[in-house]
């Protein structure tokens, strides 16, 4: 079993920037492929980003380029998510995530994501 701790959620006004983290506990941190999924109010959750393994590859949606940057660090358990020039539409509850499924390109789909965190909520004031 794997455990996903998200911190750094808040209000921010259009065009700030947040930075999420996500603790793991558990399994070695290295054995995942790890990401971030929102789901907004009314909205399907959707996939936002993902790190291979090593870190060495990232892929992230459309609608985040440029402006998201995720990270990891496995000897410190953790990842992180630096958002910024951040928009109104880019509030959310952000979800870390960890799959057992290590290839490249990542899955994007919510069910190929075998662990969860509880959510961070992020607030972006226009």
């Known amino acids: 079993q794997v455990q996903l701790v998200e911190s750094g959620g808040g209000l921010v006004q259009a065009g700030g920037s947040l930075t999420l983290s996500c603790a793991a506990s558990g399994r070695p941190f290295s054995s995942f492929n790890v990401g971030w999924f929102r789901q907004a109010p009314g909205k399907e959750r959707e996939f936002v980003a993902a790190?291979?393994?090593?870190?060495?590859?990232?892929y992230y949606v459309d609608s985040v380029k440029g402006r998201f940057t995720i990270s990891r660090d496995n000897a410190k358990n953790t990842v992180w998510l630096q958002m910024n020039s951040l928009k109104p539409e880019d509030t959310a509850v952000y979800y870390c995530?960890?799959?057992?499924?290590?290839?490249?390109?990542?899955?994007?789909?919510?069910?190929?994501?075998?662990?969860w965190g509880q959510g961070t909520q992020v607030t972006v004031s226009s």
């Open positions: 995530v960890a799959s057992w499924f290590t290839g490249w390109p990542p899955r994007m789909g919510r069910d190929m994501y075998d662990y």
């Open positions: 790190n291979s393994w090593s870190g060495s590859s990232t």
